[in-house]
């Protein structure tokens, strides 16, 4: 059982933003079993969680930092953790996640190096879960959502699909785009359907991305404000590359069809979200284009990871089996 | 609040088989506050629940008869069970559900012609679910049920479809066959997949119906025993007269896509049970034939009933507006 000031400081570091180039961390200073400071990371260009805390609690000599994440040992807009820490004098740090990332990992040696007693403590949280695997994996961990009827169609036979959903469904879309860094959609579902692809109702917008080469019109609403990129290929690697450049750990992917399997043939699905309607179409646009598997043998298996009600509809969360 | 004794009858009544001609029912006798007598309907043939009571009691002068339904007023192959509690002088009779069977209501004014107290006492239950629906429309319930893949695929594009869902679902599959007094699938899904749409691990097996006009090979799974019957028609109100001449409330429809089109297209299908595997396949067969539904305006609507996790699998119940 770790201890409640390090959960505290994962809680701390939920107060930051969730799609950021950073990660989430927060951080409790405490000296004499009694809290002098807190505080948390609120994104790229301000200070880190240490760096906050000490400064919140003016002088840390003797004291424990408990951090949700292993310190950094490293220089980018701000100086290593490690040192501020080490210069307040502090004599212990207790940390629940290590660093995945190599540039920055090597913090718990660097501090023992200079005298402070480290320990890393396990806590089994999904704070930061998309950075984590996106540092680990060297590209953004990606959501693949889908709305259709219970007979799998997203779409009319005229290509009508609004709404197939209800509106708590669609309510719960806007709410988990939110987290994301990019919206990924192909420029057919761009074309066809005339997307915002927006969050109405939340602070911010991912980043849009169009994949395809097709032109998209000026006056297409998805080109609601400048936060848009399009990206002329077929291949989704590519278009994961050009997203892990940009910092982005995780990828909504809103289809359509043939986005969707380019992403699902490549392997490069981590997870599906998909909203089922109480309805049949009996045709119509299929969920997922042809994902070149001829028989039993090929089918693509994922875990269950979650069944809920969302109003009038279900959704179904599944994961890859190494996720 | 219904009396204790009606929901003793409730329960008692359970005992009876699910999948009969007759509707379950039980009774019991009580007198100055004791239980003198309780029996309940074993099926047709056997004496009603309320002759068993009687029986069982001995003697019922003065008592009242607790009763899950409305004693029946008509002579089948037993006599009216309201002379049978008329002559054993009941005082009181308190029933839980009004006899929807035109031939056989009647039973409380005829009890109340005879002297006798008769209260009805409403209890919210799901016994006799299909034996009141079938008596009250004419036709049996039909529950429509199909396995598929998340993108609504039940079979690969060579045909394959062993298996899809795991075996928790499988064996959920079964478990519900043996509530229904029918299991019907179309030729194509008896000649493609040579089911044996039997029960394994159940007693009795309901009469296996065979929908359409291609000849079944003798040596056909399904011919494992006698209780298969063919009926040459495309027209699923033909097949649901049939078996509604058979006394069959309850007919549980496998498909495949075609055969379950029909019934849908024809607006006879009352509740829908999906077995959803975590998987996709992304071509070859679809749940369900074309429906005739050109766009969203004719999109086909049920009501969301339950959502279950079965085992690996994500089981979705879904009933029709007006079930």
Redesign the interface.
């Known amino acids: 059982m770790a201890s409640t000031y390090l959960y505290r400081a994962v809680e701390l570091a939920r107060r930051g933003p969730l799609a950021d180039p950073n990660p989430q961390v927060g951080c409790v200073l405490v000296r004499d079993d009694r809290v002098i400071g807190e505080g948390w990371h609120e994104g790229a260009g301000t200070p880190h969680a240490e760096v906050a805390a000490l400064q919140a609690a003016g002088g840390a000599r003797g004291a424990t930092a408990y951090v949700s994440l292993e310190p950094c040992h490293h220089t980018g807009r701000t100086g290593p953790c490690t040192q501020a820490l080490i210069d307040a004098g502090v004599a212990e740090v207790r940390y629940a996640q290590p660093d995945p990332n190599p540039d920055a990992a090597g913090g718990a040696s660097a501090l023992r190096t200079a005298g402070v007693r480290v320990e890393h403590e396990h806590i089994d949280t999904d704070l930061n879960r998309y950075w984590t695997y996106a540092v680990s994996h060297a590209r953004p961990f990606v959501t693949w959502k889908f709305a259709?009827?219970?007979?799998?169609?997203s779409a009319?036979?005229?290509g009508?699909?609004?709404?197939?959903t209800g509106p708590a469904a669609r309510a719960d879309v806007q709410a988990r785009r939110a987290s994301a860094g990019a919206i990924v959609a192909g420029t057919g579902t761009v074309l066809a359907d005339d997307p915002r692809l927006t969050l109405r109702g939340h602070a911010g917008n991912p980043l849009r991305v169009i994949v395809g080469k097709r032109s998209i019109p000026a006056t297409a609403r998805v080109h609601a404000d400048d936060n848009v990129l399009q990206i002329a290929t077929h291949d989704p690697s590519v278009v994961l590359a050009a997203l892990h450049d940009r910092q982005i750990w995780h990828a909504w992917l809103e289809g359509g069809p043939t986005v969707a399997?380019a992403f699902?043939r490549a392997g490069l699905v981590d997870e599906?979200v998909?909203y089922?309607?109480?309805?049949?179409?009996?045709?119509?646009r299929?969920?997922?284009?042809?994902?070149?598997?001829?028989?039993?043998?090929?089918?693509?298996?994922?875990?269950?990871r979650d069944?809920?009600?969302v109003g009038?509809?279900?959704r179904?969360t599944?994961s890859g089996k190494d996720v």
Chains 1, 2 share one sequence.
């Open positions: 259709a009827t219970l007979d799998g169609r009319a036979a005229d009508s699909s609004q709404w197939i399997a699902l599906i998909a089922l309607a109480p309805a049949l179409l009996g045709a119509g299929s969920a997922v284009a042809d994902l070149g598997i001829g028989s039993m043998a090929g089918i693509q298996r994922y875990e269950l069944v809920a009600r009038e509809d279900v179904i599944l």
